[in-house]
């Protein structure tokens, strides 16, 4: 096992700063002052004298403080003398964590003459520069987590700084610095997007930072290293993530524990929320933040079921841009999940085969902290939990490149198996084994929860192997058994049930039942049922 070595590159922040900086950016300051030298010490009606005009001025700050971008159809503005931040053109609730550019061509403006720019002069400068800006090149801007533009195997990791200051995981190591702002990934921030803290490379390597992780989080051993490897795969960009279910008893502290899994990627103030009560509305906050997490679930109803499935392997919202009748906005994302709940109920098979449960163990009357304790004890911890996390990152990273070749079965999501496979080879935990073993038993979840699965395997099963039947969804309907007395969720039409067993049909393969619909006749399109030998396989 390779030694992991961190190299940092960035002091720690000065706790004094200078109180009234004259300007953020050199270039465009002395700009500035060049175009207002003429200016009187009160403000006077522009003519047309030969003066720069405010919108001159303005638009020339722009020119030469900053350069523009295009990603996904949408233009940023980087600043040429700071650090790697793209920021919107306008944006009406402030341009999230770092302001527009709107707002800092006015901040530039008033440090260099001491004025406020007329807002008629500031539309105008913003229709130029928007203008300018249509010739931008493309260049893809990140949330969080980027991919190196050069080496395939070295991730970044945005710590939410103004200063841009990031991780950069490498195989075998890792480095604090601020990523070249032309050649290094570009991040842009959202007002749920959170500072970290800047990591600690603890003395006793990855596995003190994991222990100082353990002691907060009342996992059990089989779940610990679950949640790791999740902590683990939201550091990695581009890739499906399975959905971290924290589970147990009253009391056991899910949200607790979910609040500090969360806040290791995605900030120190970080928060579980609240399922919204649209669609729409849970993919503009999904789109917006890097974790998706949803506290406290007492059941997924199918339109949630649907959307978590789709934010773990990758999605996009396209709806019409407000104010506009002929332009849409897109939001694409692919997210970390993490839920918390006591019992979520029933699941559907897609997002079943997506899930990852993480028991939390019940806790005694000794074993339990007041929450100030528990707080200030992960606050002082969290640096070097982070440290920690980051050290074991690298040696998984060196590990993952021997995966392809060396895994020969993996799950619905090979990339995640293909971490989970490194993870075990440096760590010698089962982490691939239990998530397979914890596949097995949502399986079983999955179709004791639908009556109609439930029916077709036990009819099914019943038979002697092997055995086919094939004949049409109404003929079926007629032979299975259904529940005794009234049952909403039963299927009162054939096109129900037929709809009903191409959902259930994966695992009910699982289990050694094959469900298939052939090809349409002229009578309509029949079903084959089989459990002859290999029908789990096919």
Excluded at 145 to 154: E, G, H, K, S
Excluded at 247 to 276: C, F, N, W, Y
Excluded at 386 to 404: F, H, M, N, R, S
Excluded at 510 to 538: C, F, H
Aim: aromatic share 6%.
């Amino acid at each position: 096992m390779s030694e992991t070595t961190t190299q940092r590159t960035v002091p720690a922040p000065s706790a004094e700063r200078e109180e009234h900086p004259r300007s953020a950016y050199p270039g465009a300051a002395q700009t500035a002052a060049a175009m207002t030298a003429h200016l009187p010490q009160r403000e006077e009606r522009e003519s047309d004298s030969g003066r720069p005009r405010q919108a001159d001025i303005l638009r020339a700050i722009g020119e030469t403080g900053y350069r523009f971008v295009r990603c996904d159809q949408t233009i940023y503005a980087v600043a040429v003398d700071g650090g790697p931040i793209a920021r919107p053109i306008r944006a009406k609730g402030g341009g999230g964590a770092t302001g527009s550019l709107r707002q800092c061509l006015i901040r530039e403006y008033i440090r260099s003459t001491g004025r406020t720019p007329s807002q008629a002069a500031l539309a105008d400068a913003m229709a130029g520069l928007e203008s300018i800006a249509m010739e931008s090149p493309s260049q893809d801007i990140f949330l969080r987590v980027a991919p190196d533009p050069v080496d395939r195997w070295t991730t970044w990791l945005d710590l939410g700084r103004n200063d841009g200051v990031s991780v950069c995981i490498e195989p075998g190591r890792w480095s604090v610095l601020a990523p070249d702002p032309v050649d290094g990934p570009l991040w842009r921030r959202s007002r749920l997007l959170r500072e970290m803290p800047i990591p600690d490379h603890p003395r006793g390597g990855w596995q003190q930072g994991i222990e100082l992780l353990r002691q907060v989080l009342p996992m059990s051993p089989n779940s610990y290293p679950m949640a790791v490897a999740w902590l683990l795969a939201a550091m990695r960009p581009n890739m499906p993530r399975p959905v971290a279910y924290l589970t147990g008893e009253q009391g056991t502290g899910k949200s607790t524990g979910g609040r500090m899994m969360l806040r290791l990627v995605d900030g120190i103030d970080a928060h579980l929320r609240s399922v919204p009560k649209t669609e729409d509305d849970l993919a503009v906050t999904t789109a917006a933040g890097w974790c998706l997490a949803l506290d406290n679930l007492s059941g997924i109803p199918l339109w949630l079921s649907d959307f978590l499935s789709r934010v773990v392997t990758g999605d996009a919202l396209t709806k019409r841009e407000l104010y506009s009748d002929d332009d849409v906005v897109v939001l694409l994302y692919q997210r970390p999940v993490l839920l918390t709940g006591i019992d979520v109920g029933a699941l559907q098979g897609d997002l079943a085969e997506r899930m990852m449960p993480i028991q939390l163990e019940p806790m005694t009357g000794k074993q339990r902290r007041t929450e100030r304790k528990l707080w200030e004890t992960y606050g002082k911890a969290h640096p070097e939990i982070l440290g920690g996390l980051l050290d074991l990152a690298a040696l998984v990273w060196q590990k993952i490149p021997e995966a392809e070749a060396k895994l020969t079965e993996r799950p619905r999501m090979a990339d995640w198996a293909e971490l989970l496979w490194a993870l075990d080879e440096v760590t010698g935990w089962n982490t691939l084994t239990t998530y397979t073993g914890a596949q097995e038993a949502l399986i079983d979840d999955v179709i004791d929860g639908d009556p109609v699965a439930t029916a077709v395997l036990r009819w099914a099963l019943a038979q002697p192997s092997p055995w086919t039947w094939e004949g049409p969804a109404a003929q079926l309907l007629e032979l299975l058994q259904a529940p005794s007395g009234p049952d909403k969720d039963w299927p009162r039409t054939p096109a129900v049930l037929s709809s009903r067993l191409v959902r259930a049909a994966p695992a009910l393969r699982r289990r050694g039942v094959d469900v298939r619909k052939l090809q349409r006749t002229k009578t309509g399109r029949p079903l084959r049922i089989s459990t002859e030998p290999g029908a789990a396989n096919g």
